[in-house]
């Protein structure tokens, strides 16, 4: 048991260490990330008061509640649009770096080098994708996640949040698990990257796509599909739709890695 | 090494966006006696305010509340049992710097006690932004940190 955590362990220390990744590329685009944020986050920040003796509607307890759930929705509005903007980073960046990751270590013969120590290909295939997943979550975080903690305060809806971040981490998994089975069919650094990463945002554009029927459209993308179930802006979107479809986005994501180690296990190398 | 550089070029990336003049711009609208008029505001420190009565010689009064004042406002119309931030009472003009201490939600709000006037407000952020400059230099210090580990260990190691 011992050994076992240790090969784990030195496994995701190797990674870390020679992992392919762009430290350049990760901060110009984290660069227009995080403006892209903040402009939405600044027009979601400073909302109209107006407040009248003489008006009852503008003055009094009502208009306070009003007031409070005014601001909450735009403090909300602003998470959302910073988890949707990691979204986009993660779909560009995590099939990039996982590409690269996979498919040059079946090039250049570095699995072969790890295969050749007391370490099995799950073990591979796990330690990768956690280390790509640690990375692209850090820059999400420092992009999106941290402007908006830092500008932000004022009432919030935590339930809401967590649900978003629910949306995020199942999102995150089936992206990640999709490249990995890409890599371990194609091969090809470049292939892989281009058909993973354009496939993604792809499925980004179309979730965005105003034609599109509007359920279909969060289906295809699920941190809308829960933001647009907590704002409201889809009526006919039931909870229990929202379950189904993150429980199949959970499904497809668990079904491609099984997929991916099946394929690694037979892949003659 | 590599987390080490990828944290130092996203603070480095935090601090020029520090200098960006972002959550600035002006409004205004008409304001009278029993009426306040303004904005609630989401900042991280201090900024620069200009009121100026669109007509001269109208005068305004303004306010600058904190969240918890905001709301007695809204509540009772008055700003009697309030402790403004800031506060300028029959001004015909205001330009300057308004201190924020803790970052937080605020409120502007003018207020005319002799006749109805318009009036146009624009706010300004001062830059640097500092959550943004210092959360920068916290993360470009811990990326170099990162680097001058790994780059000693090598050392040791030879």
């Known amino acids: 048991m011992n050994n076992r955590r240790k090969s784990w362990f030195w496994l995701l220390r190797a990674e870390l260490d020679m992992y392919y990744h762009f430290p350049w590329l990760e901060g110009i685009i984290g660069a227009f990330i995080t403006l892209g944020t903040l402009i939405t986050i600044g027009s979601y920040s400073r909302i109209r008061l107006r407040i009248s003796l003489d008006d009852p509607l503008r003055h009094g307890p009502v208009q306070v509640d009003n007031y409070l759930k005014l601001l909450e929705n735009s403090s909300m509005y602003s998470i959302f649009a910073a988890i949707n903007s990691a979204l986009v980073i993660i779909a560009f960046i995590l099939p990039i770096i996982l590409s690269f990751s996979l498919s040059e270590s079946f090039q250049n013969g570095f699995i072969k080098t790890l295969l050749s120590y007391p370490i099995t290909k799950f073990q591979i295939l796990a330690s990768k994708l956690t280390i790509a997943i640690l990375l692209v979550s850090i820059l999400a975080i420092i992009g999106c996640i941290l402007p908006v903690a830092l500008i932000v305060p004022g009432p919030k809806d935590i339930e809401g949040i967590l649900l978003v971040s629910i949306a995020l981490c199942i999102s995150v998994f089936t992206i990640s698990t999709t490249t990995v089975l890409v890599s371990v069919i194609v091969k090809t650094p470049l292939s892989t990257t281009v058909i993973s990463s354009g496939g993604w945002i792809l499925l980004m554009f179309l979730s965005a796509l105003q034609p599109i029927d509007s359920f279909i459209r969060s289906a295809l993308n699920p941190v809308m599909l829960v933001t647009d179930f907590i704002s409201n802006v889809t009526p006919d979107l039931l909870l229990m739709d929202v379950i189904q479809i993150l429980a199949l986005w959970t499904l497809i994501g668990v079904t491609t890695f099984i997929l991916s180690i099946m394929k690694f296990n037979r892949t003659e190398l | ?158």
Do not use: H
């Open chain 2, 1 to 158: 090494m590599r987390l080490g550089k990828s944290l130092a070029v996203f603070g480095m990336v935090l601090i020029i966006i520090s200098f960006s003049n972002l959550g600035g711009g002006g409004s205004g609208t008409f304001v009278g006696p029993g009426q306040y008029s303004g904005e609630w505001i989401r900042t991280g420190g201090d900024f620069y305010l200009s009121v100026e009565p669109d007509y001269q010689g109208d005068v305004v009064s303004i306010f600058v509340l904190n969240y918890d004042d905001t709301l007695k406002v809204i509540n009772s119309t008055s700003t009697v049992n309030t402790s403004p931030i800031f506060e300028r009472i029959n001004v015909t003009e205001y330009e300057g710097r308004i201190q924020i201490i803790i970052p937080g939600l605020y409120s502007i709000l003018v207020t005319s006690c002799v006749n109805e006037t318009g009036y146009s407000m624009n706010l300004k952020p001062i830059l640097p932004a500092l959550p943004f400059t210092i959360s920068g230099f916290g993360l470009i210090t811990t990326g170099l940190i990162l680097i001058l580990m790994k780059k000693s260990r090598f050392l040791e190691k030879d």
